[in-house]
């Protein structure tokens, strides 16, 4: 049942209208009555037949101001390498011995993982662990390369992955509701320009439906993406 907190924050929103970016990020946060920091996400609808893998949606982007949330990061790297991923900030570092401790234990203490190519045949043996949970290193989330100082800083700073849903739908945090209004309207804006330019080309039709954005328990605000 939903609480009194929330039907008063619907109350805010008219479910017919669509919102300009800067008059719905002002609501989203004026709705968020949360007393935590409650996080300001977007969910896009997508003309996609996400049954097709010619048309699935899937990136990255660096927000340009993070997304508020820090990431433990796992950095798979040889020996030589252990150095740079440490001086990048990653916390959990190692090779080998450290993939058999975690098929072990099967406990993931990280919220995002790196590796380098060499490494990525022997994290086969982790794949059932991590891949249901979207943690498996991908060349396309960029998280795969000899560069383990670019990958570990940019995960560091904020940057993220995203695919669609087996409805054809994208949902993604893009601040908190501590932002300031332009710095949610700017992550907002280069998450919606990223989305647009990862258009499968066999997708036909309407390719954004509709979008909406929310707090994590408030309403949602439909937006008006093309203002």
Do not use: W
């Amino acid at each position: 049942m939903p609480s009194k907190r929330f039907e008063e924050a619907k109350k805010l929103v008219d479910k017919k209208k669509l919102y300009t970016i800067p008059e719905a990020i002002a609501l989203c946060k004026k709705a968020a009555t949360a007393k935590y920091n409650e996080s300001i996400e977007l969910h896009v609808r997508l003309g996609i037949d996400a049954t097709k893998s010619d048309q699935q949606v899937r990136g990255t982007i660096a927000f340009p101001h993070g997304t508020g949330k820090t990431k433990r990061v796992a950095a798979f790297v040889e020996g030589d390498k252990e150095a740079e991923a440490k001086a990048a900030g990653a916390d959990l570092i190692g090779g080998e011995e450290l993939i058999a401790l975690i098929a072990q234990k099967g406990e993931i203490d990280f919220d995002v993982a790196v590796a380098t190519p060499v490494m990525m045949p022997k994290l086969a043996k982790l794949a059932r662990l991590l891949g249901p949970r979207g943690l498996m290193p991908n060349p396309k989330t960029d998280t795969v390369s000899p560069n383990v100082k670019k990958m570990v800083e940019e995960q560091k700073a904020g940057k993220e992955s995203f695919k669609n849903d087996t409805t054809g739908n994208v949902h993604q945090i893009f601040g908190r509701k501590s932002f300031d209004d332009v710095q949610l309207e700017e992550n907002l804006r280069a998450l919606l320009e990223q989305i647009r330019r990862l258009k499968p080309q066999s997708s036909k039709g309407i390719y954004i439906r509709n979008a909406t954005i929310t707090s994590t328990i408030g309403p949602g605000i439909k937006i008006d993406i093309n203002i």
